[in-house]
């Protein structure tokens, strides 16, 4: 029931579900409740009429396994590579064992020119728990790779559901309405930043907004 309700998600992704994803979704759904959230610092919090508006946060540098791909929609790329993902986390990786869940998983997205479209380049990228942070396993899919990421300061502001090319340049444009004109963020490089898996419908995400060094 498990594989069929990730299958029937996929699809709505325009992507088709492999049966040897049934072994890592059900290992994922026993170790759903312990997730390790990637620690940050929060700098500051601008709210609007009770709620959050957006938050400013310092992230320091870590290792993350990273996968790059180019599919024709942004939600075939981030479902291909967070499978591949998956399959390390759970076992395909040189010490062979579960190495547990950390939230959020990160989507970088790059803007065309005139900024009315994603590239269809993203990278996804997985930070590695606290324990494995010094020594991270090797992955056996050659697509994975493990990357010291620097800090990073960034504006974050949440929104819910899924995360499509629409979905995602409306909540750019949102936030920008918002900050105002200003130049201490980057432009043209976003990062989408996700905290539940994709077959929760009402999931949160997060936009990131990429603070100039």
Known sequence: RLFAHWEAVASTHRVSLPRDMAGPIA?????????????????????KC????YEERQYPAGKWACVTKGEPMYEQSISMSFMKLMRYICKENSVGCYLGMTVPVLNEIHLTKDETELEREVVTAYYLPGEFQQNPPVPMDPEIHITERAPLRVITRVFYGMTTEETILREISLFWDILGSTDTVVRETYIVASYENPSIPQRRNEIWFICRA
């Open 27 to 47: 290992q994922m759904a026993r170790h759903s409740q312990a997730r390790e959230p990637v620690p940050y610092v929060s700098l500051s919090q601008h709210g």
């Open 50 to 53: 009770e709620e959050a508006a």
